[in-house]
């Protein structure tokens, strides 16, 4: 791939995911484009992109942005994050809140929003609760794959055994072990397809609780910047923003207050 066509790949992939590919990523794209272009028996790179680009349906362009964008998470990652949630639900439990309203911003394959849903379900043991959780991507393969909730045995490898046996269901196909999400699970996620370089969002809010982990490290800060300004918008007064362990919001938004490494309060 020559530069000049590197370049409008790169502008692309801005434009349509707010997602910046570094001058260094040439290698990473060519990796990820090699599956699709075969796929569709085409051989050169500038074919490929006259090929999205003259695609009416739009349909390519999804394709294309799925194979792109990195989906890389696991149950329960960043395990503090989750027990810092525990304590907020104790503490808005004991202040009498019952109704709840959660963001999982960057869903991927569904682990982080199912994490949540079972930290909460544990959390709320003996309450009565109106409880949800908004779960987005931009990719709708992975947001396919999220909803299906099934999961290998490696990938649950990091759920707790006495949560594994009470939200998860294991069936046995072809000699491998799946392990499949509970309906009692399920049922407070909504799925949705969600380009988080374009804020304002629809939503209304007020979110308790917003996740939005191990995306902005792949936006620009202005990107960055306007993200963070609609998330603050959404949460409620005392609301929680997580963000990924590499990741930083100083100097970014005034809004919020670091309360721990990579964890955010919206001041009352």
């Known amino acids: 791939m020559d530069d000049k066509t590197f370049n409008k790949f790169r502008a692309l992939v801005f434009k349509k995911s707010g997602i910046y590919l570094r001058e260094n990523k040439k290698s990473l794209l060519l990796s990820r484009l090699g599956k699709r272009m075969r796929d569709l028996d085409i051989k050169d790179h500038k074919d ?7 695609d009416n349906s739009g349909q390519e362009i999804v394709q294309f942005l ?59 043991k003996g309450y009565q609760v109106d ?24 990938k649950i490898s990091t759920v707790k055994k006495p949560m594994l046996s009470e939200y998860f269901k294991r069936v046995t196909d072809e000699g491998q072990n799946l392990y499949i999400v509970k309906d009692s699970v399920k049922s407070i996620i909504s799925f949705n397809s969600i380009n988080l370089s374009t804020p304002p969002f629809k939503m209304k809010g007020p979110f308790d609780a917003v996740f939005c982990r191990n995306v902005m490290i792949y936006f620009n800060n202005d990107t960055k ?44």
């Not at 490929?48 to 003259?54: E, G, R, S, W």
């Not at 409880?131 to 490696?154: C, F, H, N």
């Not at 923003?241 to 309060?265: C, D, M, N, R, W």
């Open 48 to 54: 490929y992109l006259n090929y999205i680009l003259n």
């Open 66 to 124: 799925d194979v792109i964008t990195t989906n890389v998470t696991s149950f329960f990652r960043e395990e503090k994050h989750f027990e810092v949630l525990t304590q907020y639900m104790k503490q808005w439990l004991g202040e009498g809140q019952r109704k709840f309203r959660f963001w999982s911003a960057a869903c991927s394959s569904g682990e982080e929003p199912y994490s949540t849903a079972i930290t909460l379900l544990e959390a709320t």
């Open 131 to 154: 409880m949800k959780i908004l779960a987005t991507d931009l990719s709708t393969r992975i947001l396919a794959s999220a909803k299906k909730g099934v999961y290998t045995e490696d």
């Open 225 to 268: 910047s306007a993200l963070l300004k609609d998330i603050a918008r959404l949460l409620k007064l005392g609301g929680i923003l997580f963000v990924g362990h590499a990741e930083s919001l100083t100097g970014q938004l005034s809004e919020l207050k670091a309360i721990k490494p990579s964890v955010y309060f919206k001041e009352k």
